[in-house]
């Protein structure tokens, strides 16, 4: 991974929205591949099953944006609204036969429309704010908030509620995924080798928000990677890969993010991967070169970063694993994370992990790949709709029979483990990955 020097960003074409990103508009690729208006996607998106008008449609919104883009439409609250209920869940990338690139198309928008003013009694703006604002904060002080807000939570629960509710229901949403975790710092090796010749030599991406909420997750997925033969490097440098900042249409700071962590992945000399556990970071670094046009410096060194980004999951199911070591006999339901399924393709891997645990039992989950409500920060910003699909999935982990219910991304855990305990239910949540650490712990 070489450093490039970044080189001034090139004039964007004129737009209608006033283009607040200086380098935000769709690749050639997503223009090549426009909505035939077939409505196959229709039937696969969570927002227009509950909202039920064309708006709020796959294909409703590919109209809006492209409105928009031409300056046919001007980015009014009304028509932003129909946008900002979109949980950029992709099930419609999956769904359509022609091949359009929604999830681009989306973030684009999102990137010229960013600033643009809100209905009021939607998102808060306060709560927009703020997210925008650690979308720009280094990772120290997004992993400084969540300890000091969940150690809040903790001793003041009263002042800590109090706060949020004024703050509004974002604010309390956000409370409520953070009441059963408690932030620590992972205890990883920063240079792990097996005890052969590496199959691979990667670096583990701990992330800006889920560094101090994931850590056993890191800790197994450092564990399990060693166990199937790779040299595992924690870069002591490392900051946010950007999800955060694209998920709000802030590319600038996305760039900066992804910018700062090649130069750090440099400095630790070759790598094969760069292994996620998070499904919605590893989408991004997959898309990484969208960001930069084709003739920019740093295109081509996010292009390899984008090859090598690889789920833990994916690249753990193509190395193999030894024999498990103990049975996990438990009954569980397996929640397909849309940025794996969708964004990155990864539908088999877990599960065929999963099945590999002696004493497991994979309980069916009706509509496993729907969207949880968790969607990045759309839970925060829409906390309504994010409420109603949550009550969905926990409906549907209830019939499943499972006692725990596995989820390949942290926030899709945090979300679907407040909405059990919303509901009295006594199901757990967990990482596939941890499953299969318990299963391979010595
Ligand atoms: S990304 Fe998800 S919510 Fe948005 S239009 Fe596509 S299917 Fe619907
Ligand atoms: S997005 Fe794809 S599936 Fe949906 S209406 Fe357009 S062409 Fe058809």
């Known amino acids: 991974m070489s450093v490039a020097p970044d080189k001034p960003a090139p004039a964007s ?44 449609s796959p294909r409703g919104r590919l109209h809006l944006m492209d409105a928009l883009e031409s300056g046919r439409a001007q980015p009014t609250p009304t028509l932003l609204g129909h946008l900002d209920s979109c949980l950029g869940c992709r099930a419609c990338e999956s769904a359509c036969p022609s091949g359009v690139a929604y999830g681009e198309r989306l973030e684009t928008t999102r ?100 560094r101090p909420l994931s850590a056993s997750l890191h ?28 998920h709000l249409g802030e590319l600038d700071n996305a760039r900066a993010r992804v910018a700062a962590l090649m130069d750090d992945l440099a400095a630790v000399g070759r790598l094969d991967h760069l292994v996620v556990n998070a499904a919605g970071c590893g989408a991004s670094l997959r898309e990484a070169a969208a960001l930069w046009p084709a003739d920019h410096p740093r295109h081509a060194e996010a292009l390899s970063l984008g090859e ?30 849309c940025h794996l399924v969708h964004a990155q393709g990864v539908r088999d891997a877990p599960e065929r992990l999963l099945a590999s645990i002696p004493g497991l039992q994979l309980q069916a989950l009706a509509d496993a790949d ?4 968790s969607a990045g920060v759309y839970n925060l910003l829409q906390p309504e709709l994010a409420t109603t699909l949550r009550e969905q999935k926990v409906q549907a982990c ?18 679907i483990e407040a909405g059990l305990a919303a509901a009295g239910l006594g199901l757990g949540s967990t990482h596939p990955l941890e499953l299969l650490d318990e299963a391979h712990r010595d």
């Open 111 to 210: 990137a010229l429309t960013v600033h643009a003013p809100r209905a009021e009694g939607t998102t808060s703006p306060w709560l927009r704010r703020a997210l925008l604002f650690g979308a720009s904060a280094p990772a120290w002080v997004v992993h400084a908030g969540v300890v000091v807000t969940a150690a809040a939570q903790r001793w003041l629960p009263g002042l800590t509620r109090g706060i949020a509710k004024r703050m509004g229901p974002g604010a309390e949403a956000g409370l409520e995924l953070l009441a059963r975790r408690r932030p620590r710092r992972a205890r990883l090796p920063s240079h792990a080798k097996p005890d052969h010749t590496p199959k691979r030599r990667v670096a583990l991406l701990l992330g800006c928000l889920h």
């Open 308 to 337: 090598r980004s690889v789920d833990a999951l994916e690249l753990l199911d193509e190395l193999g694993l030894p024999p498990a070591r103990r049975a996990v006999p438990r009954r569980v339901a397996l929640h397909h994370a």
């Open 219 to 246: 800790e197994a997925t450092q564990r399990l990677l060693l166990r199937a033969g790779c040299e595992v490097i924690v870069p002591p440098r490392q900051g946010c890969c950007g999800a955060l900042a694209r």
């Open 13 to 56: 074409a004129p737009n209608s929205v006033g283009a607040h990103d200086t380098q935000a508009a769709p690749s050639e690729e997503a223009r090549s591949s426009p909505c035939v208006h077939c409505g196959f996607c229709l039937p696969a998106c969570p927002t227009y099953d509950l909202l039920g008008t064309e708006m709020d």
């Open 370 to 373: 729907r969207c949880c409500g």
């Open 398 to 415: 209830r019939e499943s029979g499972a006692e725990l219910v596995a989820a390949a991304n942290p926030g899709c855990q945090l979300q």
